[in-house]
DNA sequence: CACTCTACCGACCGATCGGTAGACAGTCAA
DNA sequence: TTGACTGTCTACCGATCGGTCGGTAGAGTG
């Protein structure tokens, strides 16, 4: 079992990685920093992942894959497009108290892949993305949902999460330290009455 | 008039600072080749501003001063605060069109924010903000608005739009490149279904 | 004329960057 | 036992980083 150790040591150069590039960057970030984080050599970071991109790329492809499951996840889990989108709107509020990482990580991602793509860099979130415009654009063939733009209506709604999560660090100084939580569910509320909004509901009205 | 020349050289720096820093970042960017993109030495790109950090503060400080006062021509243009956030939900997306460095800078800034305010480095977009909610809370003690979180209205409100800008780049390689300016007309249109959305319609119903 | 101030410059600094080379110890198969 | 392979190390590389230094040209001022 020889690649046992060597495994782990790969799985903590992710960890330490995506937590160093959420915070730092890519350029703020070392590769001698990430190889004392976890105490080897620099080089021995560079026997695993044989560059600082090879690693970047890694952790992208790491943390893009772990969001696509989870909404193929939902989708398989419910059949109702309707309780599909709701469900993902919990599994952002969710996962951003768990893994606040992962909101930095894209959002710079986002900002600095234009200029990546020139050098025929893949975009690791295709997928995903795919995959939430599905559940409106299958609602819709349903009569479930408005006719909206389902890329546009998706991207609002994870840029007013994403946005908010990110912009509450900064924020927080306006507000009282203990109404936190209570600015997160609201938070939540609001996103799901924005969805809520774009339904059509055949009972009321 | 021995300042003007001098004027022109330190303008002409923050001007392809602040375009340089929205592409690659605060880290990603050299003041090597903020002088050479100009033509100037780089010691004299420090005469200037005697440090990076300080022409980084520069170019917040100019957007965030730029940023501010078109929200307050609009509150002072405009009586009704109605009146007032729809404004605001144009400007933001001619801005978008006209000045696409601002999207970037901003949200760079919103990620960075918190390890920089450590160093008890103040937050330049605070009256910017304070604006906005303001239009938001005189709202609604006239009963214009729903009794909604004005911070939270406003975060949302911003992260769906500048989300979505900053994805476009990436993202458009799923749209036919013939139906952009669809995008964006229909992305304004879903903004101010948004804001219509919290507002309080007396007369319909 | 002498003095000061501003804008600018080339040369240089120590530190740090990403990445390479080679040695060495442990493991496993032949 | 030997030889190939793997993971790790120290030592080192050229390039680039932000920033300092001493000095110069020119305009303004008395």
Known sequence: MKSQKTTATAEKLIDIAESFFAEKGFYGTSIRDLADGIAIAKSSLLHHYPSKEKLYGAVLKKLAGEMTLEVKYIRKQFTDEKEQIFQFVQLLCNNSE?????????????????????????????????????IIKSGQTKGLFKPINPEIFILQLLGAHRYLIISLPTVKQFFDEKIYQQILKDHRTELETFVNERLINEEGV
């Open 98 to 134: 768990k893994k606040p990482n992962r909101e930095n990580i894209i959002l710079r991602e986002l900002i600095d892949n234009p200029k990546r793509a020139e050098k025929a860099k893949k975009w690791f979130f295709v997928d995903y993305f795919k995959e939430l415009t599905g």
